[in-house]
């Protein structure tokens, strides 16, 4: 039954037999008989095919949220069961965004694997609001993540992490050894991949005269890009900039404001004695790299 539900809910968020079969390491046809036997147990059709993927019909619209209860019940039965065992085997879901995932997850994840070999990991890398909301909705056990603005979550902070003003080395600010976010107004803002919520927006919400932010790249290397042509500024932060090429380019400190980089889990929900375990993996990592 979970197999059948479970691939149900991959290829509904995939919308795609062969992108559904990838992410659970199955083969098409084989993600294609699951299907089938599901649709013929529930006795309905709950997908229909495209030449270019699927979607979802509208009993399998209707049937969708009873099968992530479900899957979701599953999984926490087996975390439960593999827990009880202790730390000898289970699965951990991780949710982590680029300049952790980038500077950090790497040694963690090896440090992690040989003291708890047979617990398998699954990473899923995303933008703030991608992991924000895998967390909460129960498809990660626990996330990196900057500190939310809603209570949905249980957030544990780890560390602090400053922001930094991008900007041409000729730049009349770029010898400031800190900028006020108000000496910004009315400049071009070049739009990382954090886009203009959670930090970012806070950051230029009190900035009196607004701010440009007409390029909107999505992308943390392209606004780079961006700013080396001189199309304006961007904000990154001193994680990001360890990887960052900045040739041609000045980093400033942005005046009082830092990010806060914890890891989140679902508010009251089961935590499995592997979050814990890799929680304190994380704590020993940054207490031997300070």
């Known amino acids: 039954m979970y197999a059948r ?18 992410r659970l390491g199955y083969t098409q046809s084989g993600v294609s008989h699951l299907i089938s036997a599901l649709e013929e147990e529930v006795q309905l059709q709950l997908f229909i095919r495209h030449r270019n993927g699927t979607e979802l019909t509208a009993e399998g619209k209707q049937l969708l949220p009873y099968a992530r209860r ?84 249980s957030f544990e902070p780890i560390c602090e992490d400053r922001y930094f003003v991008i900007l041409p080395a000729d730049d009349s600010l770029a010898e400031k050894k800190e900028i006020d976010p ?41 606004a780079v890009e961006m700013v080396k042509k001189g199309f304006g500024f961007t904000i990154l932060p001193e994680l990001l900039l360890k990887t960052m090429p900045l040739s041609g380019l000045q980093a400033v400190p942005l005046e009082k404001y830092k990010r ?25 990592y940054l207490a031997k790299e300070a």
């Open 182 to 222: 108000q000496a910004l107004s009315g400049r071009s803002f070049i739009v990382p991949a954090e886009g203009t919520q959670y930090d970012i927006g806070r950051i230029f919400a009190g900035v009196s005269g607004g701010i440009n932010s007409k390029y909107d790249m999505g992308d943390d290397y392209a």
């Open 70 to 153: 479900l899957v979701s019940a599953a999984e926490d039965m087996s975390r439960l069961a593999a827990n009880l065992k202790g730390l000898e085997w289970g699965k951990l879901r991780i949710g982590s965004f680029s300049s952790v995932t980038i500077n950090w997850l790497p040694d963690i994840l090896q440090r992690f694997g040989e003291k708890y070999p047979r617990i398998e990991i699954e990473v899923r890398n995303g933008a703030y609001s991608v992991i924000e909301a895998e967390v909460a909705a129960g498809r990660t056990d626990c996330s990196f993540l900057i500190e939310p603005s809603g209570s949905q979550l």
């Open 260 to 284: 806060i980089i914890g890891i989140a889990t679902g508010k009251g929900s089961y935590r499995p004695q592997a979050v814990t375990a890799f929680i304190q993996c994380v704590k020993e």
């Open 5 to 22: 539900w479970n691939t149900f809910l991959c290829v509904a968020e995939e919308k795609s037999l062969t992108r559904a079969a990838q």
